[in-house]
């Protein structure tokens, strides 16, 4: 499937967060986080966790999953709504 399209993204549609941590499909946990909108969820991923825990999370909107490097593109784009923190 095809990264997200940032011209048709919607940044205000709610998201859920999914974080794994451990190593391998056995040896972690998943935790979800619920955000009002996919702007806010971007956000978090991004501005606050650590890079190195990003292979592990993904974004949920919809029926769509996004991975970090989608999660990334989007928090790019020139489209993204909310103001920053600085460069990631």
Same mark, same amino acid.
């Given at each position: 499937?095809?990264?997200?399209?940032?011209? +048709? $993204?919607?940044? /205000? !549609?709610? &998201?859920?967060?999914?974080?794994?941590?451990?190593?391998?499909?056995?040896?972690?946990?998943?935790?979800?986080? +619920? $955000?009002?909108? /996919? !702007?806010? &969820?971007?956000?978090?991923?991004?501005?606050?966790?650590?890079?190195?825990?990003?292979?592990?999370?993904?974004?949920?909107?919809?029926?769509?999953?996004?991975?970090?490097?989608?999660?990334?593109?989007?928090?790019?784009?020139?489209?993204?709504?909310?103001?920053?923190?600085?460069?990631?």
């Amino acid at each position: 499937m095809p990264g997200p399209s940032h011209e +048709r $993204f919607d940044y /205000a !549609a709610p &998201a859920g967060v999914f974080t794994r941590s451990g190593h391998g499909r056995r040896g972690g946990s998943a935790k979800y986080r +619920r $955000f009002n909108s /996919a !702007a806010e &969820a971007i956000r978090y991923v991004i501005e606050e966790l650590p890079q190195p825990l990003w292979p592990g999370i993904s974004v949920e909107i919809d029926d769509r999953t996004l991975d970090h490097r989608e999660i990334l593109e989007l928090y790019k784009s020139r489209k993204y709504p909310l103001e920053r923190s600085g460069t990631p």
